[in-house]
């Protein structure tokens, strides 16, 4: 489970966008729950967008995008499989006691 100790001290501050993006961009592409639906996630290269975030007293949540590339399945694409641009929004819970960090799809459509 990732810890993002750095965004849970910065909660409150002007910096807590800028440190949640660059906490999660330094964690491994396999750390997040990244899917589009169609193929498979290509690299550990992703970025990622802070779309809002509020907090009670047990955490923080905020939703984020984040765009990555993917691998198409099954794609019979001549020789080399072709990677593609995707996007998929997470919502990533922060619990306030341990920094530790839970990341949730979030449906199609849903706000």
């Known amino acids: 489970m990732a810890r993002l100790e750095k965004t849970?001290?910065?909660w409150g501050d002007e910096t807590f966008a800028q440190t949640l993006?660059?906490?999660i961009e330094a964690l491994p592409s396999a750390s997040l729950?990244?899917?589009s639906g169609t193929g498979y996630v290509e690299g550990d290269g992703f970025s990622v967008t802070i779309l809002h975030a509020a907090a009670d007293r047990e955490a923080i949540r905020a939703r984020i995008g984040v765009f990555f590339s993917?691998?198409?399945a099954g794609c019979s694409c001549g020789?080399?499989?072709v990677p593609t641009s995707a996007y998929c929004e997470l919502l990533v819970t922060i619990d306030k006691s341990t920094a530790e960090a839970i990341f949730t799809p979030m449906p199609e459509g849903s706000s």
């Open 79 to 81: 020789d080399e499989p």
């Open 8 to 10: 849970l001290n910065a």
């Open 70 to 72: 993917e691998i198409m």
């Open 33 to 35: 729950p990244l899917a």
């Open 21 to 23: 993006k660059g906490e």
